[in-house]
């Protein structure tokens, strides 16, 4: 990676910034900046009321509009003011680029080494992350998720992991009790993170097998539990979807993307897609007509289903899979045609800002493309060689393997192999793979309907996925098939 730029160094920064602020003559306030201002004054005036983007909040006869929850009003309200506050440092001063901005003296400023700019060490010019990230995000997705409008920067929120995420999306799109469809087998974490602090209610949508559940007919499944869900007076709020999926490892065909967006527009639902582990795609020899990944972003619903409200329609990316960085914590969060939940999203952005210091790395590597090219084709390569290295060895000892092409992980089915029928006996195998010293998730805490699969991580240190395949070898007695 190249050597990030300091502070006063000339910017050769390919990546887009926010437009100069107009120029103002010294000793005089910026027009646009009067009303921020008034604010930080302590007096805001009767002008500084948030704009006609936010609806009213909470109660009231205009509640009923809104897309999101009705106790979501207070976020909405804080998220104007503080999308305004925070403006003011678009406008900061600079001795030489921008003589007339804004002094700050209400930050705590503190020297920086040579890696990170002084403007490192402080809350940063932007609600949830600096202006930096979200300019360097947006060239991201308009780079690698052909998006069909450019994803701008304030398209973005930004909070400390998709996990962090997951728990305020909850509870901005849901009120209390309200549900959230997800198709199974899904990402055990769900269940607590949307509804373990907003009491939405997670609903696992049963789709058949896991082939069954990437054809678009699966939509049938989602409208039966939609349904029941209606009858018992339960709210169907929101839809999830994570493509790439986790635990499968698989890409979604277009054409289920686009049955399950049609389904979410006819039935009113705000629809996620989590695509974290959209740049971990590889090659799979064995299943070579895999669908290409197709980014949400990318697909033309209106044009393809007739009709389609694009304000429905967020995705969530992370820094944890296809850049191997979980401790960074950095979640993203994109929604190009709902300004409403976005600033409502700010009114808690401090809760869970992103670190000044994960900001920083991660803007300085996505900067860098050239080495970034080099490390997500890189990251493919070896993705691709770990995952054929871990299917042929349970495939020699008679295990079969899902079909996958994305993801750091696959699925293996012991069941046949070991003689697993329930649920109890699956977890007995994990259990004493535990005590021999590996871990494999099992299927079921993924809410998997078949026992006897488990989840196997294959991207790790090599001379470590020996050493716990030796031990599932000699713990589970799986020897070589014609070698027993
Ligand atoms: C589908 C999915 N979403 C989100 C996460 C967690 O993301 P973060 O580390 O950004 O909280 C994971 C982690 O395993 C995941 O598999």
């Given at each position: 990676?190249?050597?990030?730029?300091?502070?006063?160094?000339?910017?050769?920064?390919?990546?887009?910034?926010?437009?100069?602020p107009?120029?103002?003559?010294?000793?005089?306030?910026?027009?646009?900046?009067?009303?921020?201002?008034?604010?930080v004054?302590?007096?805001?005036?009767?002008?500084?009321?948030?704009?006609?983007?936010?609806?009213?909040?909470?109660?009231?006869?205009?509640?009923?509009?809104?897309?999101?929850?009705?106790?979501?009003?207070?976020?909405?309200?804080?998220?104007?003011?503080?999308?305004?506050?925070?403006?003011?440092?678009a406008?900061a001063?600079?001795?030489?680029?921008?003589?007339?901005?804004?002094?700050?003296?209400?930050?705590?400023?503190?020297?920086?080494?040579?890696?990170?700019?002084?403007?490192?060490?402080?809350y940063?010019?932007?609600?949830?992350?600096?202006?930096?990230?979200?300019n360097?995000?947006?060239s991201?997705?308009?780079?690698?998720?052909d998006?069909?409008?450019n994803?701008?920067?304030?398209?973005?929120?930004?909070?400390?992991?998709?996990?962090?995420?997951?728990?305020q999306?909850?509870?901005?799109?849901?009120?209390?009790?309200?549900?959230?469809?997800?198709?199974?087998?899904?990402?055990?974490a769900?269940?607590?993170?949307?509804?373990?602090?907003?009491?939405?209610?997670?609903v696992?949508?049963?789709?058949?097998?896991?082939?069954?559940?990437?054809e678009?007919?699966?939509?049938?499944?989602?409208?039966?539990?939609?349904?029941?869900?209606?009858?018992?007076?339960v709210?169907?709020?929101?839809?999830?979807i994570?493509?790439?999926?986790?635990?499968?490892?698989?890409?979604?065909?277009?054409?289920?993307?686009?049955?399950?967006?049609?389904?979410?527009?006819?039935?009113?639902?705000?629809?996620?897609?989590?695509?974290?582990?959209?740049?971990?795609?590889?090659?799979?020899?064995?299943?070579?007509?895999?669908?290409?990944?197709?980014?949400?972003?990318?697909?033309?619903?209106?044009?393809?289903?007739?009709?389609?409200?694009?304000?429905?329609?967020?995705?969530?990316?992370?820094?944890?899979?296809?850049?191997?960085?979980n401790?960074?914590?950095?979640?993203?969060?994109?929604?190009?045609?709902?300004?409403?939940?976005?600033?409502?999203?700010?009114?808690?952005?401090?809760?869970?800002?992103?670190?000044?210091?994960?900001?920083?790395?991660?803007?300085?590597?996505?900067?860098?493309?050239?080495w970034?090219?080099?490390?997500?084709?890189?990251?493919?390569?070896?993705?691709?060689?770990?995952?054929?290295?871990?299917?042929?060895?349970?495939?020699?000892?008679?295990?079969?393997?899902?079909?996958?092409?994305?993801?750091?992980?696959?699925?293996?089915?012991?069941?046949?192999?070991?003689?697993?029928?329930?649920?109890?006996?699956?977890?007995?195998?994990?259990?004493?793979?535990?005590?021999?010293?590996?871990?494999i998730?099992?299927?079921g805490?993924?809410?998997?309907?078949?026992?006897?699969?488990?989840?196997?991580?294959?991207?790790?240190?090599?001379?470590k996925?020996?050493?716990?395949?030796?031990?599932?070898?000699?713990?589970?007695?799986?020897?070589?098939?014609?070698?027993?």
């Amino acid at each position: 990676m190249s050597t990030p730029s300091s502070a006063s160094a000339p910017s050769a920064d390919p990546v887009p910034r926010f437009a100069e602020p107009p120029k103002t003559p010294p000793n005089q306030t910026p027009a646009h900046l009067e009303q921020d201002l008034a604010v930080v004054r302590g007096t805001p005036t009767s002008a500084h009321k948030p704009k006609s983007i936010l609806k009213p909040a909470a109660a009231g006869p205009d509640a009923e509009m809104s897309m999101l929850s009705e106790r979501s009003g207070a976020g909405r309200k804080m998220g104007g003011e503080m999308q305004k506050f925070t403006s003011m440092y678009a406008n900061a001063y600079d001795e030489e680029k921008n003589p007339n901005g804004l002094v700050s003296l209400n930050m705590f400023r503190k020297a920086a080494n040579e890696t990170f700019e002084v403007a490192d060490m402080g809350y940063g010019d932007g609600i949830t992350s600096s202006r930096r990230l979200a300019n360097a995000m947006s060239s991201f997705f308009n780079d690698y998720f052909d998006p069909l409008e450019n994803v701008k920067p304030e398209h973005i929120s930004f909070a400390n992991g998709c996990t962090a995420l997951f728990d305020q999306l909850g509870h901005v799109l849901c009120d209390e009790g309200d549900a959230i469809l997800i198709p199974v087998p899904f990402y055990n974490a769900y269940a607590w993170d949307f509804s373990i602090r907003t009491k939405a209610k997670v609903v696992p949508v049963p789709v058949g097998s896991m082939d069954e559940g990437f054809e678009p007919n699966s939509v049938e499944a989602y409208k039966r539990t939609v349904d029941e869900l209606r009858q018992k007076g339960v709210k169907p709020r929101v839809l999830v979807i994570t493509n790439p999926h986790n635990p499968l490892g698989r890409t979604y065909p277009r054409s289920t993307l686009l049955a399950l967006a049609k389904f979410a527009e006819e039935e009113d639902l705000q629809l996620i897609m989590n695509e974290i582990y959209a740049k971990s795609i590889y090659e799979n020899k064995d299943w070579p007509d895999a669908p290409p990944f197709v980014s949400a972003l990318s697909i033309n619903y209106a044009k393809e289903l007739g009709k389609f409200d694009r304000s429905r329609l967020h995705l969530v990316y992370g820094m944890s899979k296809d850049f191997c960085a979980n401790g960074l914590r950095i979640g993203v969060f994109v929604s190009q045609h709902n300004p409403e939940l976005i600033t409502t999203l700010s009114g808690t952005g401090f809760f869970v800002k992103v670190s000044s210091m994960a900001d920083a790395i991660w803007s300085h590597i996505l900067k860098d493309r050239e080495w970034l090219g080099w490390f997500l084709a890189e990251n493919k390569k070896r993705l691709g060689e770990a995952a054929q290295f871990t299917r042929e060895w349970f495939q020699e000892r008679g295990v079969s393997v899902a079909r996958c092409n994305a993801g750091n992980f696959l699925m293996v089915h012991m069941g046949r192999r070991l003689q697993i029928t329930t649920e109890q006996e699956e977890i007995a195998i994990g259990d004493k793979l535990i005590a021999a010293g590996v871990f494999i998730a099992r299927g079921g805490s993924y809410k998997h309907p078949t026992p006897g699969w488990y989840r196997v991580t294959f991207c790790s240190d090599p001379a470590k996925l020996r050493v716990a395949l030796e031990r599932i070898e000699k713990t589970l007695d799986l020897t070589p098939m014609g070698k027993e």
